[in-house]
């Protein structure tokens, strides 16, 4: 079975400052999402990531993924106020099924 | 609007009775999956449906949950005597083929609905 694992589940920051959000998966897959949501709404879609050494950027949002490694990585720069969401992860099986990881928390305070 | 049309967004239930909630995919996706997030939670994949067929029910809790997906019209995730547990965020995604999904396109994901079992 699939299983995707995000890390950390909440994560402080502060403004100016960067940070990485790590994603581990445990099967063969060349597909990764990255999604975020505020609060009571919908999942907004970040990034899709497609081969090994995908690297994607969007503002100071930052996804790579390492498919030997298993590995996604989402690096923020220079946090500021408005990202504060929660963001996930998915892999897709192959089968039309998004494994989501469990979700890392972010707050962003002066 | 091109986007996943969820209805309602939000949805209250008495225990005991049934819930049918609503998704219309994008135009011309022909793929539909049904999430689930309880409360502080990440989704929970329910189902997968081609139009009048379902491809993947695996995560469908086995009693109660049903979902289809007709030739015409919406999918209907529908759950019947419903408990307080089953309070939860329920999403509906879309996709195009196989091929395009696999070529980036991702996954839609519509606004949800907030079913509340009181």
């Known amino acids: 079975e699939l299983k995707v694992e995000q890390n950390p589940l909440f994560l402080s920051m502060q403004e100016g400052k960067n940070y990485t959000i790590y994603c581990n998966y445990s099967t063969t897959s060349d597909r990764l999402y990255w999604y975020r949501q505020d609060p009571g709404k919908s999942l907004e879609s970040l990034f899709v990531l497609l081969s090994n050494g995908a690297v994607k950027q969007e503002g100071r949002l930052m996804a790579s993924l390492d498919t030997k490694a298993r590995l996604s990585t989402l690096h923020i720069t220079a946090a500021v106020h408005d990202l504060s969401a929660t963001y996930f992860c998915a892999v897709d099986d192959s089968w039309g099924k998004l494994q989501f990881g469990a979700g890392t928390q972010v707050v962003v305070t002066p | 609007n091109a986007g996943v049309m969820q209805n309602p967004r939000h949805l209250v239930r008495r225990r005991g009775q049934e819930a049918r909630l609503r998704c219309s995919p994008v135009k011309g996706h022909s793929h539909v999956y049904w999430y689930r997030q309880l409360p502080e939670e990440g989704l929970k994949f329910m189902v997968y449906?081609?139009?009048?067929?379902?491809?993947?029910e695996s995560g469908m809790p086995k009693e109660r949950f049903s979902a289809e997906f007709p030739k015409e019209g919406p999918s209907i995730l529908r759950i019947q005597q419903v408990v307080r547990g089953d309070s939860a965020a329920y999403f509906c995604?879309?996709?195009?083929?196989?091929?395009?999904?696999?070529?980036?396109?991702?996954?839609?994901f519509g606004s949800g609905t907030r079913l509340t079992v009181v």
């Open positions: 449906l081609q139009k009048e067929n379902i491809i993947d």
């Open positions: 995604a879309s996709s195009p083929g196989h091929q395009e999904r696999f070529s980036g396109y991702g996954y839609t």
